[in-house]
């Protein structure tokens, strides 16, 4: 949904009666796209009032979020995500690979920090717990997830893959070794049949020769008494 732009009013008293560009957004515009602004304030001389106030309007998505597309680039479900702290309010500036069962989370979407649930990946972000962990997103979903606070900023990077994804390629993993497994046994079942096998067809090749031999030398026994 889009949203207008948020605080203009103020921020642009705040430029004409200060000396720093002051930054609006992100935002999402009445368009949907995903805004940047500055307002830069402009004066004849040094030490002058503000005679006027420059805005500058700038979209991220082709440069930000086209960084953040490409990982990761091997899941289905996988999102990169760059988020601006405001307060109690996140703002997303990325979401890729588009899914069917989780939507993208869009360009603008926001989240607030005190209705986020506590063991939820993100959550744990915030708080600066960087290290992967398990558990729900917004929807409930069950997720992968990881990411960290950008020390000295207001942003925040996270990534997340679907659990339902990882777990489907570890049980296809698992499926080819106990298939590997399976065909090494019966493989090597087949060859030690047919080791038994010619080793008792030689065995009873030396019981007939021996007889042979027996009954041979017996008859040369008999000829001689």
């Known amino acids: 949904a889009s949203m207008t732009i948020p605080d203009w009013r103020e921020k642009l008293a705040a430029a004409r009666s200060g000396n720093d560009i002051v930054e609006i957004g992100p935002y999402v515009d009445a368009r949907g796209n995903l805004q940047w602004d500055l307002l830069v304030p402009l004066r004849p001389a040094a030490g002058a009032p503000v005679e006027a106030v420059v805005w500058l309007q700038t979209s991220p998505t082709p440069h930000i979020i086209s960084a953040l597309a490409w ?5 289905r479900t996988g999102q990169s995500i760059l988020w601006l702290r405001e307060g109690d309010r996140l703002t997303s500036l990325g979401g890729v690979h588009e899914s069917v069962a989780t939507p993208a989370l869009r360009p603008g979407a926001t989240r607030i920090i005190s209705a986020l649930a506590p063991r939820s990946p993100l959550a744990r972000v915030v708080r600066g717990e960087e290290s992967a962990v398990e558990g729900p997103d917004h929807q409930g979903v069950p ?4 990411g960290n606070v950008i020390r000295n900023s207001p942003w925040l990077l996270t990534s997340r ?3 339902r994804e990882i777990y489907g390629t570890l049980r296809r993993d698992a499926w080819l070794v106990a298939g590997l497994v399976i065909g090494l046994l019966g493989t090597t079942g087949a060859a030690t049949s047919w080791l038994w096998r010619q080793r008792q067809k030689s065995l009873v090749n030396d019981r007939l020769l021996a007889e042979l031999e027996q009954k041979r030398l017996g ?6 008494m």
Do not use: K, M, Q
């Not at 990982?71 to 899941?75: F, I």
């Not at 997720?143 to 990881?146: A, K, S, V």
């Not at 008859?219 to 001689?224: K, P, T």
């Open 71 to 75: 990982w990761p680039e091997n899941y």
């Open 219 to 224: 008859a040369r026994l008999g000829s001689v």
């Open 161 to 163: 893959v679907d659990s």
């Open 143 to 146: 997720i992968f997830g990881t």
